[in-house]
Every structure is written in structure tokens, then in C-alpha cells.
């Protein structure tokens, strides 16, 4: 069965600072892995995928994340925060038929 | 050009009453999804449809119940409204059961319930 495991609830880091998501899973084959963002009263946005090709994978808004198989990770990065990157963000693995969802991790951004 | 649209985007109800939360897509996608979101944002799937078939039905109590007229079209029927229903609901599709799993989906924007 798959799962995943967001590392930290919260995350605060200053304006312009790098930003580190960690997000660990596990499958019993090799995962479709996604992040998703939420914004405060908003919808839910795919902000990149990870589908077997690439082990880096780039997305919206300057975030990459990178699968790494021996340590069953796949982090979120982001080289410089911005205020709007203030979110709600979940880390996601494909598993029978339905997508498995992390409990989130809230991004603050302190200016 | 809304892809996944949502209706209506809130409900404030009594508890007790009945009411339903309608959800279309115009992305020709053969699968779609009921999902609840607590105030904790744990997000779980309710029910998945795949071109009008039922695939998915998680432990959600009777009173909720799904209605597919067609593949573009899934909406949400709660009876007997409680206090615990309050959440956002969010309605999402993907092209097919694999590709859900497999590249992600497009979700609506939420439909924000609260019952009082």
C-alpha cells in the first residue's frame, strides 16, 4: 500500500531565504509523486509531478522537488521565498485508482 | 472557461435540511471525484465515478450521496445535514482511474459548507 509522510506541520522561513518542504513515501512500486498548493481560501493546484522520467523535477512559481529513491524522499525546494508563497502545501502519491495525500505542511513567510 | 466548476462556492444551512453540490467538467475527463476537507486540511476522497460508474465509496455515512447523469457531471446530495458535514468539499477529475494516479487532478474550487 502506498503512503506519505509530510515531516513538519509548519514551516516559517524569512522573505528571500531558501524553502524546504520534506515529504517521505511508500510504495510498493515505483510512485507517480505530485505537490500540491493551497492558498488560503483557495483551490487546490498541481505544482509539479514526478512520473518516472527526470529525477529533478521543476514546477510553477520557481519550485522544484527531487525524487530520490534510496531515501524514499521526495522534498520540495525553493531557492528564494516570496510572500506569496504563503500556502498550504501537500505532498501526494498515486495509489490504486486514487491519488494518497499527506497531512500538509504550512508555509510562513516572515517579511 | 472554467475547467472543473463548482455550485455553490458557499452554503450556510440548519442542521437537518437537506441540500446537494453540483460539479461539472468541460475537459472531456472520464473520471471525476468528491473529496472532504476538514478544518485540519486532511483532505479525503469520499467517491470516485468513472464514466458514470461508481469505483470508489469510502466510508461516508448514507446521507451522502453521489449522482452522475453523465460523465461530465458529478454532484453531491447530503441529507439530514449535522454539525460535523462542515468542511470544503472539492470535486476534481482526471482523464481516466490511471491517469488519476498517474499525472494528478484538476480540482474545482471548493464548495465551503457550513451547517449551524
Known amino acids: 500500500a502506498q503512503s506519505v509522510t509530510q515531516l513538519d506541520s509548519h514551516v516559517s522561513v524569512s522573505e528571500g531565504t531558501p524553502v524546504l518542504l520534506r515529504c517521505n513515501y511508500s510504495?510498493?512500486?515505483?510512485?507517480?509523486l505530485f505537490w500540491y498548493v493551497q492558498h488560503p481560501n483557495k483551490g487546490l493546484q498541481l505544482l509539479l509531478k514526478?512520473?518516472?522520467?527526470a529525477t529533478l523535477v521543476k514546477g510553477i512559481n520557481g519550485f522544484e522537488a527531487e525524487f530520490k529513491k534510496s531515501e524514499t524522499s521526495f522534498h520540495l525546494t525553493k531557492p528564494s521565498a516570496h510572500m506569496s508563497d504563503a500556502a498550504e502545501y501537500f505532498c501526494?502519491?498515486?495509489?490504486?485508482?486514487?491519488?494518497?495525500w499527506g497531512a500538509g505542511t504550512k508555509l510562513i513567510i516572515k517579511p | 472557461d472554467t475547467a472543473v466548476s463548482q455550485t455553490p462556492k458557499y452554503l450556510v444551512t440548519q442542521m437537518g435540511n437537506d441540500k446537494s453540490i453540483k460539479c461539472e467538467q468541460n475537459?472531456?475527463?472520464?473520471?471525476m471525484y468528491w473529496y472532504k476537507q476538514d478544518s485540519k486540511k486532511f483532505l479525503k476522497i469520499m467517491f470516485s465515478?468513472?464514466?458514470?460508474?461508481?469505483?470508489i465509496n469510502e466510508t461516508v455515512p448514507n446521507r451522502f450521496s453521489p449522482k452522475s447523469p453523465d460523465k461530465a457531471h458529478l454532484n453531491l446530495h447530503i441529507n439530514s445535514l449535522e454539525l460535523g458535514d462542515s468542511a470544503v468539499y472539492f470535486c476534481?477529475?482526471?482523464?481516466?482511474?490511471?491517469?488519476?494516479?498517474?499525472?494528478?487532478?484538476?480540482f474545482g474550487s471548493g464548495t465551503r459548507l457550513t451547517v449551524v
Open positions: 501526494v502519491v498515486g495509489g490504486n485508482y486514487q491519488l494518497i
Open positions: 514526478y512520473t518516472s522520467a
Open positions: 475537459l472531456g475527463h472520464d473520471t
Open positions: 465515478y468513472n464514466n458514470k460508474e461508481l469505483i
Open positions: 476534481a477529475s482526471s482523464q481516466d482511474l490511471g491517469a488519476g494516479s498517474n499525472y494528478g487532478y484538476t
Open positions: 510504495s510498493s512500486y515505483s510512485p507517480s
